[in-house]
């Protein structure tokens, strides 16, 4: 399905604009499947993970974040980017202990999609974590602040249902953990 | 749950530097809950709309297209940038037109969400489309170079569940709307 060449530009030139500390900015100039040329905006930024955690009570571990892009306060699965060393059941592993100090012992890859195909390189890996195990080694960047939020599965649901969570990865983990689930899904 | 101050970061200065066609970039000078000084890096773009216009005979209308910033060719839904006088579900009528030739009656809004909360503005609006009309007013951008795509709803949901969707306005868009139509959904 995705191995189609029709329609494919070519990249003449690949320029930076602007290398940040988050991302990165890049203009590519290229050249458009009719012969004409164009310009795309390209965002690079590091790949990403996220996890729901939920514990033997059917409770989730979430976080409260300020997000400057959209001016909100925001509850969220725990989230982080993935380094390049780390394999990425590692990396998913860590955030949550990171974020929320709960550690999971069984994950469940749920999907990997493009959060931004328009504009962004970003690729983020969904994850359901079972299996708690409360260690309290919470340990977060130097700029980030956040609250831990504790909720039943049945409320964040009802949260999504109401698009009262409004980021991408919560809603999209909560849809597919509840089908799983659904799904006659036992811990291991 | 979203009114909360605790953690919140104050603005300093805000310097664009980078303007596109396509997006923007800003850099944010921020004071941190703790008192310290910290950067974050911005991306502006125009919020979006996308629609799975499905017909009378379950089958779905998508558009297979390139994606420069992930170099992949994907399937997807129908969608486009919002313009600033448009009304969102005009805007959604609209663009499944001109991407698909099939002009939706019915618009059910299905969710609004934050594509890259960690470091964009963007918001993106889905709608299920129902009481297709076909008049074939195909009309792309000058560098759009779309291929149409038709196949069935169960087909596309199966897609999905293997992950050989990848954008997360088609996937999410397939599980609600799956979700919506179990419910005894008809058509008005």
């Known amino acids: 399905m995705n191995g189609k060449n029709k329609g494919i530009e070519q990249i003449l030139k690949r320029q930076f604009v602007f290398r940040g500390s988050y991302l990165h ?17 390209i965002v690079r930024v590091k790949d990403a993970v996220a996890v729901l955690p ?9 976080v409260r974040q300020y ?12 989230a982080g980017l993935l380094d390049r060393e780390e ?4 990396a998913a592993v860590r955030e949550c202990e990171e974020e929320t100090g709960y550690r999971p012992g069984v994950l469940k890859e749920l999907i990997t999609y493009a959060h931004a195909e328009g504009y962004s390189t970003g690729f983020i890996t969904l994850f359901l974590g079972t299996d708690l195990e409360y260690t309290g080694n919470i340990h977060l960047d130097a700029t980030e602040f956040l609250e831990p ?20 990865k919560t809603i999209l983990c909560t849809l597919l953990s509840r089908e799983w689930m659904s799904r006659g899904w036992t811990k291991r």
Chains 1, 2 share one sequence.
Request: one cysteine or more.
């Open 25 to 41: 900015l890049q203009k590519l100039k290229i050249k458009l499947p009719d012969g004409r040329r164009g310009e795309r905006e």
């Open 87 to 90: 394999k990425i059941a590692d």
């Open 67 to 78: 997000r400057p892009a959209i001016n909100r306060t925001l509850v969220e699965i725990p």
């Open 149 to 168: 939020v504790c909720m039943s599965f049945d409320e964040l649901h009802r949260l999504v249902e109401k698009n009262e969570i409004v980021d991408s």
């Open 54 to 62: 939920i514990d033997d009570q059917k409770n989730v571990h979430l």
